[in-house]
């Protein structure tokens, strides 16, 4: 029961107070639908910023929080790496098998790099089959070993879609932050270029982008 609660001194004739007025409403409806009403606001401000295939977030909002990461890494001494990975051969999943496994290729390993992430990490979906991580407070190196480790699972899962088995690979690309990344549009493209190097040298494989060429 949520209540409103008012007091009132009662001021006798002399001028002093010897008792006073509880009124109590019983406001259980007011609070109540509030409450509600904030809780279905949350759950649209969710909705409006996840990508409802792979519940991860969607393009826009994972954006917004890699601008975010940059702003802040230019006010403190510290690091993050950017991941950026894609499905190898995706268009002949899509081909062979339709559209339907497809979508259930990229729900497993959606489910498996949400597993994959700690609570500071930060996942979306950039599009179609391509998606992004944040690692905060992350080194290259330690990008790398949680890069290859997220790969070989990928690599050794496999998705059973009307009887028929489906394997597949990815290829990442890593790009650490740096100071002499202008904004937040050139680590992303700094990354997506260690993404390709990877599926040009064969992909199924995670490639660091060489800050030294900066």
Not at 89 to 104: L, M, P, R, S
Not at 121 to 142: C, K, Q, V
Not at 177 to 184: G, I, P
Request: glycine share 6%; aromatic share 8%.
């Amino acid at each position: 029961m949520y209540q409103n609660v008012n007091i009132s001194p009662l001021v006798s004739a002399d001028g002093t107070v010897n008792n006073v007025c509880i009124i109590i409403y019983d406001v259980t409806d007011i609070a109540s639908n509030k409450k509600a009403l904030e809780g279905a606001n949350k759950e649209l401000e969710s909705l409006s910023r996840t990508d409802r295939l792979t519940m991860l977030n969607n393009r826009g909002y994972w954006e917004e929080c890699l601008e975010t990461e940059y702003n802040r890494l230019q006010r403190y001494d510290t690091t993050s790496s950017l991941v950026m990975f894609d499905i190898d051969h995706f268009k002949n999943v899509n081909d062979t098998y339709g559209h339907q496994a497809g979508d259930e290729v990229i729900r497993v390993i959606s489910k498996l790099l949400r597993e994959s992430l700690r609570k500071t990490d930060i996942a979306g979906r950039y599009g179609g089959e391509e998606f992004g991580i944040i690692l905060g407070h992350t080194s290259a190196d330690n990008a790398m070993i949680y890069c290859e480790r997220l790969r070989k699972a990928i690599e050794d899962t496999t998705v059973v879609h009307d009887n028929i088995e489906i394997t597949f690979t990815v290829s990442l690309g890593i790009c650490e932050a740096s100071k002499k990344l202008e904004n937040y549009e050139e680590w992303l493209e700094k990354t997506d270029k260690a993404l390709y190097m990877s599926k040009e040298n064969g992909r199924n494989q995670t490639t660091l982008f060489d800050l030294a060429t900066l």
